[in-house]
C-alpha cells in the first residue's frame, strides 16, 4: 500500500506562484517515478508533470512547459510541483500519483493522492 497526501493549494492571482507538495509512505518512494496530474471543472483528469526515480527525467504538458517544475527530495520522500505565472485555465484540483516507470498515462499510476484545489483568479 502506498499513501499519497498533497498539499500547498489554494486561492492565487493570476501571474501568482503556488508550490505543492505530496508526501509519499508505504511503497519504496525513491525507486517509483511520482507524477502531478489535474482536472479541471467539468473535465476529465490530465497529465501535468512526471519524474523520474532519480529525479534525472522530467516531462511536462505542453500547457505548462516553461512555468511549471516537478522535483522530487527521496530523502523526505516528497515530490514537489513549483507553478508559476499561474493563469486561470489552471484552475482545477491537483493529483499526485506514483508509477512503476516514467509515463504520462493516467493509467499507468496505481495510487493516488486525495487531491488539493488550485484556483486561479483573474
Known amino acids: 500500500q502506498v499513501q499519497l497526501v498533497e498539499s500547498g493549494g489554494g486561492l492565487v492571482q493570476a501571474g501568482g506562484s503556488l508550490r505543492l507538495s505530496c508526501a509519499a509512505s508505504g511503497r519504496t518512494f525513491s525507486t517509483s517515478a511520482m507524477g502531478w496530474f489535474r482536472q479541471p471543472p467539468g473535465k476529465e483528469r490530465e497529465f501535468v508533470a512526471s519524474i523520474s526515480w532519480s529525479g534525472a527525467n522530467t516531462y511536462y504538458a505542453d500547457s505548462v512547459k516553461g512555468r511549471f517544475t516537478i522535483s522530487r527530495d527521496n530523502a523526505k520522500n516528497t515530490v514537489y510541483l513549483r507553478m508559476n505565472s499561474l493563469k486561470p485555465e489552471d484552475t482545477a484540483v491537483y493529483y499526485c500519483?506514483?508509477?512503476?516507470?516514467?509515463?504520462?498515462?493516467?493509467?499507468?499510476?496505481?495510487?493516488w493522492g486525495q487531491g488539493t484545489q488550485v484556483t486561479v483568479s483573474s
Open positions: 500519483a506514483v508509477a512503476p516507470y516514467d509515463s504520462w498515462s493516467i493509467y499507468d499510476y496505481d495510487y
